[in-house]
Nanobody, 123 residues
Framework: QVQLVESGGGLVQPGGSLRLSCAAS????????MGWYRQAPGKQRERVAFVTSGGITTSADSVKGRFTISRDNARNTVYLQMNSLKPEDTAVYYC?????????????????WGQGTQVTVSS
């Protein structure tokens, strides 16, 4: 059973910083892409930033220059460093990972989600 466990959310003032972490645990063969979505009240879930197994990153225009995604493959963990936070960054942030659970024949690639962590930017 694969689990994604997030940490690092909280309340921060505008202009402040937070660092989110997401660790994958359980039995699996390989983590492919890993990253973050967010969902604000009344809005659709938005893809924030992702990193491939090879270290290629992508991020939403709304967070470029402020958020940095990184990955520690040895720890099966992805990080989201969020700087210069704005009130509009307030949302529940969800970790997402594309994981190959078995190296054997056939398709053993699945999509996993964390439970979500609240980020609130407010004075």
């Amino acid at each position: 059973q694969v689990q994604l466990v997030e940490s690092g959310g909280g309340l921060v003032q505008p202009g402040g910083s937070l660092r989110l972490s997401c660790a994958a645990s359980g039995s699996f063969f390989m983590i492919n892409a890993m990253g973050w979505y967010r969902q604000a009240p009344g809005k659709q879930r938005e893809r924030v930033a992702f990193v491939t197994s090879g270290g290629i990153t992508t991020s939403a225009d709304s967070v470029k220059g402020r958020f940095t995604i990184s990955r520690d493959n040895a720890r099966n963990t992805v990080y989201l460093q969020m700087n210069s936070l704005k009130p509009e960054d307030t949302a529940v942030y969800y970790c997402n990972a594309d994981i190959t659970v078995d190296a054997g024949p056939g398709d053993h690639e699945y999509d996993y989600w964390g439970q979500g962590t609240q980020v609130t930017v407010s004075s």
